[in-house]
T-cell receptor, first 112, second 113 residues
Framework: GQQLNQSPQSMFIQEGEDVSMNCTSS?????WLWYKQDPGEGPVLLIA?????ELTSNGRLTAQFGITRKDSFLNISASIPSDVGIYFC????????????FGKGTRLSVIA | KAGVTQTPRYLIKTRGQQVTLSCSPI?????VSWYQQTPGQGLQFLFE???????NKGNFPGRFSGRQFSNSRSEMNVSTLELGDSALYLC????????????FGQGTRLTVV
């Protein structure tokens, strides 16, 4: 079935640095969703992308829907300690009313 | 507008018992999906309910079941619990499911001993 590959699996950065992570698939996606999960909590939706080439920002976060529709990128600028968590990409398996498939996440640690 | 509410937050059960978890979606949302999250497997899709009908199902054994009520609230049940069922169970609410945005509850942490 469809799989989403996220990289890197984990990263350690200094506070104030910019962060980039990506999500790739062998299949085309029509929607990309980015979530952040804090320990012991449910994932929180950060950004939703619906169109190839789309670039969307949410505060210090910017995400892009890849032109090939097989990838997406999330950037965080000027990281702060509360950015710590696991970032997941997700998308529906197929068109229509199909469930979301999730990547395994990128674990971000910020060193103050 | 209230978010997605899952109860209980934490649960400890013994092998062989059964458990029922509850999820109240965002008001007006008709789709409720359930996921199992474990450190090794990530987020695994269990099933989705839409307007009281199971619309999609993941690859879990029949011990995992669910239902949805007319007010869109959903429950999932796990019978004959196994140690491997220990996980964070998450429910996600969306207006239509599929390509629409899904919003998660805080999850129920189930520990089977």
């Amino acid at each position: 079935g469809q799989q989403l590959n996220q990289s890197p699996q984990s990263m350690f950065i200094q506070e104030g640095e910019d962060v980039s992570m990506n999500c790739t698939s062998s299949s085309i996606f029509n929607t990309w969703l980015w979530y952040k999960q804090d320990p012991g909590e449910g994932p929180v939706l950060l950004i939703a992308l619906y169109k190839a080439g789309e670039l969307t920002s949410n505060g210090r976060l910017t995400a892009q829907f890849g032109i090939t529709r097989k990838d997406s990128f999330l950037n965080i600028s000027a990281s702060i300690p509360s950015d710590v968590g696991i970032y997941f990409c997700a998308g529906p398996r197929n068109s229509g009313n199909t469930p979301l498939v999730f990547g395994k996440g990128t674990r971000l640690s910020v060193i103050a | 507008k209230a978010g997605v509410t899952q109860t209980p937050r934490y649960l400890i059960k013994t092998r062989g018992q059964q458990v029922t978890l509850s999820c109240s979606p965002i008001s007006g949302h008709r789709s409720v999906s359930w996921y199992q999250q474990t450190p090794g497997q990530g987020l695994q899709f269990l099933f989705e309910y839409f307007s009281e009908t199971q619309r999609n199902k993941g690859n879990f054994p029949g011990r995992f079941s669910g239902r949805q009520f007319s007010n869109s609230r959903s429950e999932m049940n796990v019978s004959t619990l196994e140690l491997g069922d220990s996980a964070l169970y998450l429910c996600a609410s969306s207006s239509q499911g599929g390509n629409t945005e899904a919003f998660f509850g805080q999850g129920t942490r189930l520990t089977v001993v």
